[in-house]
C-alpha cells in the first residue's frame, strides 16, 4: 500500500513564496502521473496541477497558471509544488495525489496524502 | 472549462435509506467520471472511476452509472459509515483541466 507525506505548508505573507514536497514511498514513483488539488477551510475540492510520470505532460488551474509551478525528482520519489505571488484566496490544505494512469493523460487519484495546511495572510 | 454540477448540495437521510447523487457535466465527458467520499478531517477516499467501476475494496452498495453529461452515484443502503461529503471528478481528455463538482454533503436525517 502506497504512501504520501507532504510538508512544507505554513503562514506566509501575499506576495511571497511557498514550496511544498510530498514523499512517496510503497509503490513506483516513477510509473504514474502526479497531482497536487488543494481544499480551502470548509470549501470543496479543486485540482491545482499535474504532471505525468517522465514530466513530458503539465498542466495547471487557470487560477494559479504563471505562479506556481509542478516538479517532480523521481529520483528521490518526491514531487514540488513552488507557489509564488501567494494570495489570501490561496490558503488551503494542499494535498499530493497520485493518479492511476501510467499514459500522458490525466485522470483520477487512487491514493492520496494527508495534506499540507498553506494559510497566506499579513 | 468543463463544470461539474452535484445535486443535491446537501441530502437528510437515514440508515437503510436508498441515496441517490447526481452529477452533471456543462460537456459530454464519454464517461470519464470519478466518485471520491471525504469524512471530517480526512484526505478524499476513492470510490468509482469511469462512471460505474468500483475502486478495489470499496462495498458493493456504492454503484455508479450514466454516460455523456449525467451520472449518478446511488448507495442501494445507507450504513453509518457513510454519513460523509461526496464528490464527483472528470478526467475528459478533451476537456482541460480535471475538475470535480461541488460536494454533496449525506448528513443524518
Known amino acids: 500500500e502506497g504512501q504520501l507525506v507532504e510538508s512544507g505548508g505554513g503562514l506566509v505573507q501575499p506576495g511571497r513564496s511557498l514550496r511544498l514536497s510530498c514523499a512517496a514511498s510503497g509503490f513506483t514513483f516513477d510509473d504514474y502521473a502526479m497531482h497536487w488539488v488543494r481544499q480551502a477551510p470548509g470549501k470543496g475540492l479543486e485540482w491545482v496541477s499535474g504532471?505525468?510520470?517522465?514530466?513530458?505532460?503539465?498542466d495547471y488551474a487557470d487560477s494559479v497558471r504563471g505562479r506556481f509551478t509542478i516538479s517532480r525528482d523521481n529520483a528521490k520519489n518526491s514531487l514540488y509544488l513552488q507557489m509564488n505571488s501567494l494570495r489570501p484566496e490561496d490558503s488551503a490544505l494542499y494535498y499530493c495525489?497520485?493518479?492511476?494512469?501510467?499514459?500522458?493523460?490525466?485522470?483520477?487519484?487512487?491514493?492520496w496524502g494527508r495534506g499540507t495546511l498553506v494559510t497566506v495572510s499579513s | 472549462d468543463n463544470q461539474m454540477t452535484q445535486s443535491p448540495s446537501t441530502l437528510s437521510a437515514t440508515v437503510g435509506d436508498r441515496v441517490t447523487i447526481t452529477c452533471r457535466a456543462s460537456?459530454?465527458?464519454?464517461?470519464?467520471l470519478a466518485w471520491y467520499q471525504q469524512k471530517p478531517g480526512k484526505a478524499p477516499k476513492l470510490l468509482i472511476y469511469g462512471a460505474s467501476s468500483l475502486q478495489s475494496g470499496v462495498p458493493s452498495r456504492f454503484s455508479g452509472s450514466g454516460s455523456g453529461t449525467e451520472f449518478t452515484l446511488t448507495i442501494s443502503s445507507l450504513q453509518p459509515d457513510d454519513f460523509a461529503t461526496y464528490y464527483c471528478?472528470?478526467?475528459?481528455?478533451?476537456?482541460?483541466?480535471?475538475?470535480f463538482g461541488g460536494g454533496t454533503k449525506v448528513e443524518i436525517k
Open positions: 504532471m505525468s510520470w517522465n514530466g513530458g505532460s503539465i
Open positions: 495525489a497520485k493518479d492511476e494512469t501510467d499514459t500522458s493523460d490525466f485522470w483520477y487519484f487512487d491514493l
Open positions: 471528478q472528470q478526467y475528459d481528455s478533451y476537456s482541460p483541466g480535471l475538475t
Open positions: 460537456h459530454t465527458i464519454s464517461g470519464r
